[in-house]
């Protein structure tokens, strides 16, 4: 049974994709950077492999969720008429948000390495390093011990 009024479910899906996923995990993260890349992060390139492993994952697990939802004859934006759970959503109930944090994290996390780190470093030097030894970047932790940074 398919969603009668508005756009067919095929192009809700490529409208979805195109205003949705495609500007958040491709046009702010390029207007940012220009893809402009630095040098890696302490000339350590796995977190660029990870990057695109992560990209890697993602993006065909978000095209095909969309896609999978078109093959049902369902759009991908509410109000959604009836539950698919075979496809991609037998094996998790948000595979497009899923691809979509991998890809958008992996553009944070070339941001963070490529830019934003560099850019702190340049102008805050030794502190700056200090903090990073001891501080993780992504996953929080309880601090080791209190030090004030001058």
């Not at 491709?26 to 220009?34: D, E, K, L, S, Y």
């Not at 660029?48 to 492993?53: D, F, N, V």
């Not at 595979?95 to 702190?120: K, N, Q």
């Amino acid at each position: 049974m398919s969603e009668r009024r508005g756009l067919s479910p095929t192009a809700a899906g490529i409208a979805f994709f195109v205003c949705v996923p495609l500007v958040m995990a491709g046009v702010i993260p390029w207007w940012m950077t220009r893809w402009q890349f630095q040098p890696p992060l302490l000339d350590i390139d796995a977190g660029r492999w990870l990057g695109a492993i992560m990209i890697a994952i993602g993006l065909p697990l978000l095209i095909s969720a969309i896609a999978w939802l078109a093959h049902e004859g369902v759009k991908p934006y509410p109000p959604i008429k009836r539950l698919i759970t075979n496809g991609p959503f037998a094996y998790t109930r948000n595979p497009m948000y899923l691809g979509v944090v991998l890809s958008w994290f992996t553009a944070f996390y070339i941001f963070e390495i490529t830019i934003d780190d560099p850019f702190i470093r340049k102008h805050i030097g030794q502190p700056y390093d200090d903090y990073m030894k001891n501080v993780p970047c992504w996953i929080p932790r309880r601090p080791r011990r209190a030090k004030t940074v001058k």
